[in-house]
Structure formats: structure tokens, C-alpha cells
Nanobody, 123 residues
Framework: QVQLVESGGGLVQAGDSLRLSCAAS????????MGWFRQAPGKEREFVAA????????YYADSVKGRFAISRDNAKNTVYLQVNSLKPEDTAVYYC????????????????WGQGTQVTVSS
């Protein structure tokens, strides 16, 4: 099995920044993609960002382009999400996810999920 543990969330003010981390452990794969998703209260979970194995290809939701940046350190089995210029509408539980193989942006393509980290942005 794969365990994913997110960290770095918190309560911040609009305009602030955070860096979310997600550490993977357990079963290993030769190649795997990582993604970040979020779920706001009363809303469905949505795609935020994804990155391929090498880190050369990244994908973002339109709502976060230019403000969020995904990166990974394969030596540490960790993926990061730098979130800048936060807005109240970014308030959500942020989940990281892992899928063996190539990168995808649909949550249904991901096999392993973390427990989530809360990000709350006050205005």
C-alpha cells in the first residue's frame, strides 16, 4: 500500500502564501504522477495541479494558474504545492494523490489519496 501524508495547511489572510507538502511512503513504483485536488465546503472535489514523474510537465486549473506552483523531489518522495496570493475562495481541504504511470488531471485516475490538509483564507 501507499501512504500519503499532507502538511502545511493553516489559517492565513488573503494575499498570503503557504507551501503544502505531501510525503509518500510504502509501496514504490518506478514511475508515478502526483496531483493536488481540493474540496470546499458544500462543493465537489476539484483538480488543482498535477506533475509528471520527471517534473518536466505540470498542469493547473485555470483558477490557480499564475498563483500556484507544483513541484516534486523524487529523492524525498515528496510533492509540494506553493500557493501564493491566496483568496478566500481558495479555502478548502487540499488532498494530494498518486497514480502509477503518466500524469492525469481527473481525480478518477488516481489510486492513492492522503487525508487532506485544511487551508482557510480570511478576507
Amino acid at each position: 500500500q501507499v501512504q500519503l501524508v499532507e502538511s502545511g495547511g493553516g489559517l492565513v489572510q488573503a494575499g498570503d502564501s503557504l507551501r503544502l507538502s505531501c510525503a509518500a511512503s510504502g509501496r514504490t513504483f518506478s514511475i508515478y504522477a502526483m496531483g493536488w485536488f481540493r474540496q470546499a465546503p458544500g462543493k465537489e472535489r476539484e483538480f488543482v495541479a498535477a506533475i509528471n514523474w520527471s517534473g518536466a510537465s505540470t498542469y493547473y486549473a485555470d483558477s490557480v494558474k499564475g498563483r500556484f506552483a507544483i513541484s516534486r523531489d523524487n529523492a524525498k518522495n515528496t510533492v509540494y504545492l506553493q500557493v501564493n496570493s491566496l483568496k478566500p475562495e481558495d479555502t478548502a481541504v487540499y488532498y494530494c494523490a498518486l497514480r502509477p504511470g503518466v500524469v492525469r488531471t481527473s481525480e478518477y485516475e488516481y489510486d492513492y489519496w492522503g487525508q487532506g490538509t485544511q487551508v482557510t483564507v480570511s478576507s
